[in-house]
């Protein structure tokens, strides 16, 4: 699970990592973050134009969007490290995304990779933790250096 870590380097090498252990496919769950949750919240905002209106575009709907971009570029990123990968946005609490991916398939771990430490939501919201305690299968963390 990552969102705005899904291009970091930490999410390949924990996937390359998985891989060169034998045979495996990977399953990327992607909350749909509220964009004012976002550690960067940088969004572009539309200049009307001659006679239009300016208008925002609804909070969840922008949301997914860049959730679904974030996942179309990682998983074109797994698949040029020959990576066999698939994934879906998900909803936007990371419990009820696991728990949404964990009703369709199963999984022998879960990959949580998180914002540094001093700075990811998950980690204070104590996300792995409860699921732990939720699902009962091995939960690895991995904070990214940087995003």
């Known amino acids: ?8 380097d930490e999410l390949l090498g924990v996937v390359r990592d998985r891989a060169a252990q034998g045979p495996a496919e990977f399953w990327l769950v992607v909350p749909a973050t509220p964009v004012k949750d976002l550690a960067t919240k940088a969004v572009a905002i539309p200049m009307p134009v001659m006679g239009g209106t300016l208008s925002l575009p609804h909070p969840p709907a922008e949301a997914r969007k860049r959730a679904q971009a974030k996942l179309d570029a990682a998983l074109t990123k ?18 009820r995304a696991v728990a949404e991916a964990v009703e369709a398939r199963t999984f022998d771990e879960i990959v949580i990779v998180t914002l540094p430490t001093r700075t990811s939501r998950w980690i204070h919201q104590d996300v792995p933790d409860r699921l732990v305690q939720h699902f009962q299968v091995p939960v690895t963390t991995v904070a990214a250096d940087d995003v």
């Open 1 to 8: 699970m990552a969102n705005q870590t899904l291009d970091s």
């Open 78 to 95: 797994l698949a040029a490290a020959g990576v066999t990968a698939d994934g879906a946005v998900a909803d936007p609490d990371p419990v």
